[in-house]
């Protein structure tokens, strides 16, 4: 305790540890004591090991558990050094786990490569017209028993209001079952491109103002995406700033909308074009 008082150190509860054997199991010897997997999962430390030797030095203790204190000093050194290495190896892997995850990130989000917003808007166009002749349920159950297996985009409608829109390889199975939750009693539903569907299903969506709490942009979505995907993407891949990227938002004058999630859907091709006008999409 007049240690403590002098120096201001409390030796006493890391000497007391030892005792415990907090720190490992002594008693088969100094390389097991170093294996040792320790209470809880818990292992000491580099920095721990080095202090655990000037614990012993400041008690001039010559052998603890029967290892001679510069046998247990060499050890604890070289303990040490492994686990600095063990600890940068580790820092370098979560680095280039990292790494890795920001590009997989960055190349979700620049997949409009070979995307064509003209065979979009006409994609679009012909939807909503065609959607417009959608047919009762039954009938359109009948039409879906007998569909080929493909890709479909499925409208539901409540008398002349769209109620539902979504995607599907079983549009049997699907109308059937959102039919009775939304109690539509029309339906339209036509193959669509696999490409374009995703961004199709949000576009109407968007415009007949429904299911927006269901909007969620992902790696699927090659037109549309969230504020707080583009500010990622452009600030890790061009170093763009957020302020750069609203700015151009603002400037293009594209359509914005809240999502129930509070994040805010955007036209990624848009802001594309905005942020690079010489180049074409």
Known sequence: ?????????????????????????????????????????????????????????????????GIPFPEYEQKAKEAAALYQEA??????????????????????????GDYSESKFNTLSRDLIFRQEKSISINEALKLAHSAPNNTYIVILKKGNKVCHIGKTERPLFYIGTHQKKSNADSAYFESADPDYVDDLIISMRVLYDIELDKIRPS???????????????????????RK??????????????????????????????????????
Do not use: C
Request: hydrophobic share 40%; aromatic share 14%; no cysteine.
């Open 244 to 281: 750069s990227v609203l700015s151009a938002i603002k400037g293009s004058k594209m359509r914005t909308v809240v999502l129930t999630n509070g994040q805010v859907l955007i036209d990624k091709i848009m802001l594309h074009k905005a942020l690079y006008p010489e180049k074409n999409i």
């Open 87 to 112: 600890t940068d190896r580790e820092m370098q892997r979560r680095q280039e786990k990292r790494t890795q995850t920001i590009q997989q990130r960055l190349d979700n989000y620049f997949n409009f």
């Open 219 to 241: 790696v699927l979505n090659r037109k549309y995406t969230t504020i707080k995907q583009a500010v990622f993407a452009y600030k890790k891949s061009e170093e763009i700033s």
């Open 1 to 65: 305790m007049r240690v403590y008082e002098a120096l201001g150190i409390d030796y006493f509860s890391n000497y007391a540890a030892l005792h415990k054997g907090i720190y490992g199991d002594f008693s088969q010897g100094i390389e097991a004591w170093f294996d040792h997997s320790p209470i809880m999962g818990w292992r000491p430390s580099k920095d721990q090991f080095l202090e655990i030797v000037e614990i012993l030095r400041f008690f001039d203790i010559s052998v603890y558990n």
